[in-house]
């Protein structure tokens, strides 16, 4: 059964990519958190997003294009990327999220997939 | 001595140099930081060595040599190589022939970007095509420097992080991209509309100056020299709005032989051109508006009744507070002030509750009507909102008379 683990991270988290003193430790945590994934052969796919102050959120109505620099929602934390994972069920899909490093200073948010087409 | 050099050199070609570097490199705050070291390098050299034949020349060399430094140490990625190899080649050819292309109409794109924050789209070109600092634009924008160096800042790291494109939009997309550049140059000259400031040198010469490219590059759009116009036709009257003690001196009672007839008839001859490409616009129907009023120098008076069908023109097409208040204003002077504050009854209080030119007017109608204390609470709440002193001043002698 597949799951997005949905990143959500602070101001600080997205920071600390890039500054020095905190970028390895954050880098590291990801990247032991990727590999951790495959080794369990449950990763299937993902991506890390840019900071949400490179967000742009686009709407339209009727014939008018509304173009707004910023996210979707201004919320404390934001997404900063997504992992898709394949497990059993939902306990273990928590499992993994708790492993996320975000799960500890924002949120880790776990979603079912919605698979399309006969199953 | 050579102050004034560099300062010239900076006035002019600031935004072209920006321009050229930033359209391959596309890291605009990389630019600014090599354009300035190179401006550090300039003030020691240039007292010792003499100002070169080519100062821009000299400084984009030295600026393209900080930038392939700086990226090197960033190690940035493959895209942005590429753009400084291409870099590194036509300023061999700028080497050779002193110029450089003028790509500063691509910068107003990417300033107006639809990605980037409407309220910075103005600051952006003021700081990019012309070297203003935060500190130097805050103040028109009614924001602290603090407030207005985390926008730039923040804006030029979008159009970096997201790769904003710096080029020409074509096709479909042109026409409203071009308004979006259109529309921010029109806030950058309002800025300076408001609150001429001595100190800083004129906002509304930056105003025009960006018009003009836009014209030169787009000779067949309308709107373009309908705002070229338009600028032209308000930056005419500049000696006419202070009178000789600075005290506000409103349209109607300026002194005509103040205007300067040579910025006048330039913008008759823009908006005449504009005007025979056959797509009307919001510019051209203001700009139409300004004519009206400028031919007061030639006729003596103001022709109201042609005024209120260019505003109702205008209304449909742009349904600004400020077009809603000026057309209540020109229909008072028409028709009388009861009709004035007919057109004003049917426009939303609420909205235009903290519209200060709405209360003038307003006031100004009732005190024709005869209304006399209505227009003094008008005047009131007027010169409460009014942003700068000479205004403000004007209000209070209403008031008073």
Redesign the interface.
């Known amino acids: 059964m597949k799951f997005a683990v949905l990143v959500y991270e602070t101001a600080e988290e997205f920071s600390s990519r890039k500054d020095e003193a905190k970028m390895g430790a954050y880098w590291g945590g990801y990247a032991a958190y990727n590999e951790a994934m495959k080794m369990a052969g449950v990763a299937a796919g993902g991506n890390a997003l ?1 900071p949400p ?2 967000a ?1 959120t686009v709407r339209v109505r009727g014939d008018r ?1 509304l ?4 996210p979707f929602s201004e919320t404390k934390e934001q997404l900063g990327g997504l992992f898709v994972i394949d497990v059993l069920d939902l306990d273990a899909a928590i499992e993994w999220a708790a492993k996320c490093p975000s799960a500890a200073l924002g949120a880790a948010e776990v979603r079912p997939i919605l698979e399309m087409g006969p199953s | 001595m050579l102050q004034p050099v560099i300062e010239r050199v900076v006035r002019e070609s600031y935004g072209r140099l920006v321009a050229y570097l930033a359209s391959r490199s596309r890291d605009v705050q990389l630019v600014e930081d090599a354009l300035s070291e190179a401006l550090i390098v300039a003030l020691k050299e240039w007292p010792v060595q003499g100002v070169p034949d080519s100062p821009e020349a000299w400084l984009l060399t030295v600026a393209r040599r900080r930038l392939v430094d700086a990226r090197r140490k960033a190690d940035r990625e493959e895209v942005a190589w590429q753009g400084v190899a291409e870099m590194m080649r036509s300023a061999e050819t700028v080497r050779q022939e002193g110029e450089f292309p003028d790509e500063r109409v691509k910068l107003l794109f990417v300033c107006a970007h639809p990605a980037l924050d409407e309220s910075v789209r103005a600051p952006l070109m003021l700081s990019l095509l012309f070297g203003l600092t935060a500190e130097e634009i805050a103040g028109s924008f009614l924001v602290s420097s603090a407030t207005m160096g985390q926008r730039l800042v923040r804006a030029k790291q979008r159009i970096q992080g997201l790769k904003l494109k710096f080029d020409v939009p074509e096709g479909d997309r042109l026409e409203e991209r071009l308004g979006s550049v259109l529309d921010a140059i029109y806030v950058a000259y309002g800025v300076s509309w408001e609150e001429p400031r001595e100190s800083v040198r004129g906002l509304g010469e930056e105003a025009l100056q960006m018009a003009e490219i836009v014209v030169r590059m787009f000779p067949e759009e309308g709107e373009g020299k309908g705002l070229l116009a338009l600028i032209l036709y308000l930056k005419s009257r500049d000696r006419a709005r202070r009178d000789e003690w600075g005290q506000y001196v409103p349209l109607s009672e300026q002194v005509v032989d103040l205007w300067d007839r040579e910025l006048i008839l330039k913008a008759e001859n823009e908006l005449k051109s504009a005007v025979r490409l056959g797509k009307l616009g919001r510019f051209q129907w203001e700009a139409s508006i300004q004519s009206v009023h400028a031919s007061r120098l030639w006729t003596g008076a103001t022709d109201w009744g042609s005024l209120c069908v260019l505003y109702d023109e205008l209304m449909h097409l742009h349904c600004s507070a400020g077009v809603c208040v000026g057309r209540a204003a020109a229909r008072g002077e028409a028709f009388g002030a009861r009709e004035g504050l007919r057109c004003l009854a049917e426009l939303d209080e609420v909205e235009l509750q903290g519209y200060q030119p709405y209360w003038a007017t307003k006031g100004h109608l009732l005190e024709q009507a005869g209304e006399r204390d209505e227009a003094r609470n008008c005047y009131q709440m007027a010169i409460q909102m009014a942003g700068n002193e000479a205004v403000r001043e004007w209000l209070r002698r209403r008031l008073e008379s």
């Open positions: 840019q102050s490179l742009t294009r173009v707004q620099d910023g």
